[in-house]
């Protein structure tokens, strides 16, 4: 199956953008089904697709920002195959809330557990979490130093590290008893959170939503409308800012240590370190987004924003050439309800959806963007995603593992290849296949 690199892919038709709300709620979703494309006649399973991939322009959540995709009359052509391997449901009872890869292991949070596969064979390995269920659900993963950090709705942030037996154990939560005992004795290290009501400025005062991870500088952001700064060497609360006026819903940090906020305010703001300062100072806000702001993702070179919100749309950020900072450059358009998820790897962008759909978009020539996959079989609104690549870099093919988790506690894993077919004169739309393991 071989599909022109610029496919025009974009809005579907007449779906009522979602309002910003201060903690979005969780998209609701009907109850039919969607089933992946069939692999056993060639003309049926490209019908079914072109119904997916060219979606109508008639309706745009932002008629002023210009669409990346783009159709030349030349350009490379590309193979692409998809596959669903396996189907995983560590809690069948719990949403799935977020996905995380660390070498060769996956890491899926569902409620307050954590559940460990192996990424390659599907393995499960093991299981940990807070015996209490009072922490809430887990929103985020990363890892620093040989441990790993998880976010919760009780405003926590849990520190885990690898035991001998291959387990894991809780070895304190942020901000540490030890941090806060040296803060709480002087008035000024309180703030107000609510009225009549003080806590230390070094916690935060409602869920933890987001985690990024930069030169053992660990950065979350919260519901609370801060962002907060960590020492990964000592586990220390060394800044805290007010980033937005409304819930921080996301978070990522480019290389040279800018750091991007998304929030249900709709603006994004950036925010970077100047030589010789000692905090972090907003350096630029961003404002297109039609409605809460829910991912953000970056390119490998950091010079690359992508930002997805309610309003549907993935608006595309790139770095003036004299500016420190990012100017919108365009949108891709195709998912017919809220954007909750994002992922960049390599020159392909992943997106997740309350349309139960993941979207595989690629990077071309001239600032273009094509659609050139979708993943469908979810039976309920896509909120996290993973993936790694499974190629060299070197290589001009693409061979990626995704991992896609949904809110009724499903992980699909998939395959997808893109492979160059220059010589190629037809064109033909690709073709999923389930292969699923269960």
Known sequence: MRIPSWLDSCSSTAATALQSTKKPPIPSDDTSSSDSPSSTSRDTACTSTTSSLHSNLSVQTHPSVPSLQKLPSRGTTYVVSQHCLASLNPHPSHPLTCLAIHGDLLYAASSHHITVYDRRSCTHLRSFGSQRSSSGSTKALAFCNGKVFTTHQDSKIRVWKLLEDKGYQMVTALPTVNDRLRRFLLPKNYVAVRRHRKQLWIQHADAVTGLAVNNNIIYSVSWDKSMKIWRACDLRCVESVKAHEDAVNAVVVSKDGTVYTGSADKRIRVWSKQDGEKRHSLIATLEKHKSAINALALNEEGSVLFSGACDRSILVWEREHSANHMVVSGALRGHEKAILCLINVRDLLLSGSADRTVRIWKQGVQESYCCVAVLMGHQKPVKSL?????????????????????????????????????????????????????
């Open 386 to 438: 993973a993936a790694v690549t499974e190629s060299e870099a070197s290589e001009p093919n693409s061979d990626v593992s995704v991992f896609s988790g949904s809110l009724d506690g499903e992980i699909r894993v998939w395959r997808v290849s893109l492979k160059e077919d220059v010589d190629a004169t037809s064109t033909t739309l690709p073709v999923g296949t389930d292969d699923r393991r269960r």
